[in-house]
């Protein structure tokens, strides 16, 4: 069975893993330059050496007993570690926490810079736009944000794409400081803190190399009220709000600049994935379960079940 996933991001990687395990050729799509989405670290050059920032996801948690088995699995190959500042069941990738979805993205065949605008169902099987190869797939799966899945979702199955576009995410200001020095803030994470949601000293995560930075995200209210705002201004707002935390101030960062998460946490409709036997497409992500990493890698096995189910 030939399948196309759209997104590869966990959902996407997870379900195409266990897809491979039962002999299925799977290709992946994402507009991405590399693996990481919202689990993206961003490495930079700084005046005191190379940073690295976690910009999305901050950290993870394990529950269900096949992710638990997963992360044992990651922790011996040293992809990920515990980090008790933010709670005793967090843990984070290392070196960063793209190292996971790195991981997975080596085990798949992903076309990386591949942005999909449309999936059309033909007599021979699907095709993925623009994909210029004209590769034929008997399963699509959309591995995307509901807001991103729902146009690809709705000449196929409206009942999905209703779905989708009644999960909407919120969005999330994300500021990132590098300093020649550490910062006077006594803990390696705030929360809930004025206008920022969380901040967290990244340099201090296990694995993590460079100079002092900070990763510091707006609550998902100001994000929304401020999502036009210019960089430079959303920079100045979260700089401002870091310094109050630090006895005596903060000195000038010697890096400074932000990303705007536009779909950053969704509500989760507890729903696993959705499946269309018939049509032969399907979808899976965090917004059909929980805002979680965890709930992303199992909503790709929940789907890849039910395509094996009905292979």
């Known amino acids: 069975m030939k ?28 507009k991405g330059r590399g693996a990481g989405g919202r689990m993206a670290t961003r490495r930079s050059d700084t005046p005191a050496g190379e940073t690295a920032f976690d910009h999305g996801a901050q950290y993870l948690t394990m529950r269900d007993p096949d992710f638990v088995a997963a992360m044992h699995a990651w922790k011996s190959s040293g992809i990920v570690a515990p980090w008790p500042a933010a709670g005793p069941d967090a843990w984070v990738g290392t070196p960063g926490m793209n190292a996971i979805v790195k991981h997975l993205a080596a085990q798949a065949d ?44 709705a000449p196929h199955d409206p009942a999905m794409a209703s779905e989708a576009l009644g999960c909407r995410s919120a969005p999330c200001w ?32 296990p694995g993590r190399q460079g100079p002092e930075s900070w990763v510091v995200q707006a609550t998902p209210d100001w994000s929304h009220e401020h999502l036009e705002q210019s960089v430079d201004t959303v920079v100045d707002r979260l700089q401002a709000a870091l310094a109050e935390h630090a006895v005596g101030g903060i000195p000038t960062p010697i890096l400074r600049t932000a990303h705007r998460w536009r779909y950053a946490k969704t509500a989760g409709l507890d729903l696993g994935s959705l499946w269309n036997a018939g049509e032969r497409i399907g979808a899976a992500g965090d917004w059909l379960l929980a805002p979680r990493i965890e709930s992303a890698w199992l909503s790709g096995r929940h789907l890849a079940e039910q395509i094996l189910a009905h292979s």
Do not use: Y
Request: one cysteine or more; aromatic letters at 6%.
């Open 110 to 153: 992903v076309r990386w810079n591949a942005r999909i605008t449309d999936v059309r169902r033909t007599a021979a099987g699907w095709l993925v736009d623009p994909d210029t190869t004209g590769a034929l797939f008997d399963t699509v799966v959309i591995a995307t944000p509901a807001e991103q899945a729902a146009p690809l979702l």
């Open 174 to 205: 994300t500021a990132m400081f590098a300093f020649g020095a550490p910062l006077t803030i006594p803990h390696d994470v705030l929360k809930d803190a004025g206008i920022i949601g969380w901040a967290a000293r990244n340099s201090a995560k």
């Open 3 to 30: 399948v196309a996933i759209v997104g590869a991001g966990i959902a996407g990687l997870s379900c195409a893993v266990r897809l491979q395990q039962d002999g299925c050729a799977v290709t992946l799509f994402d």
